[in-house]
């Protein structure tokens, strides 16, 4: 069914919160980046969405560019193990990158792309994620910048997918657990 009402047991961040974390983190990063003419880099697919709003929050001279990775296993755990399926177009030597991720979970997403650009001649190599789950953290690696902190629950729309779909709802919502419990006893 097409109904969401089903699917989400309740939003945990409005369109109107989504905003305002945009704004504020636009303001921190304009602040921040001013003079240093960095490489803006969305990771696909999750965090298309909210990149194009953060970077219109960014009053700063940039390049944009997205890179792919997936880390395989299953679709719940994560294995720890990342493969880089698209790089970036740009040449990041000497440049500063700030990469902008959806969710930082286990964290093995963000310590493997960090450790490549890094090895590619980044100059820096930041974070920022609109959420943040630490409770899941298996990798020690910062996440410099933040929209939220959230708990251990599965949240989908604004980017963020079960089973790649809900990415387009506007807002961010928990999945009703019975969801995924249903999917897993097919
Ligand atoms: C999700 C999310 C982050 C990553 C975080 O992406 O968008 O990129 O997982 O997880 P981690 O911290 O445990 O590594 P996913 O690999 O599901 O791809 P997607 O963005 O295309 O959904
Ligand atoms: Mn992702
Ligand atoms: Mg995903």
Do not use: W
Request: aromatic residues 8%; glycine residues 8%; negative net charge.
């Amino acid at each position: 069914s097409d109904n969401i009402d089903q699917i989400i047991d309740r939003v945990l961040y409005s369109q109107d919160d989504i905003q305002k974390m945009c704004q504020k983190l636009g303001q921190q990063l304009t602040q921040d980046y001013a003079g240093k003419d960095p490489i803006v880099v969305g990771v696909l697919k999750g965090a298309v969405f909210f990149l194009t709003d953060l970077v219109r929050q960014m009053d700063v001279k940039m390049q944009n560019d997205f890179m792919d990775v997936s880390s395989y296993g299953d679709g719940f755990e994560s294995s720890g193990k990342v493969r880089l399926d698209i790089d970036v177009e740009a040449d990041v030597k000497g440049r500063d990158v700030l990469l902008v991720e959806d969710i930082v979970d286990t964290g093995h997403t963000l310590k493997f792309m960090k450790e490549h650009l890094l090895k590619r001649g980044a100059k820096s190599v930041k974070c920022c994620a609109l959420l943040n789950k630490t409770e899941r953290r298996e990798e020690d690696v910062v996440v410099d910048y933040y929209g939220a902190d959230v708990e251990n629950e599965f949240v989908v729309g604004y980017g963020l997918d079960y089973l790649n779909e809900y990415r387009n709802l506007p807002y961010i919502g928990v999945l009703k657990p019975e969801v995924i419990q249903a999917n897993l006893n097919r």
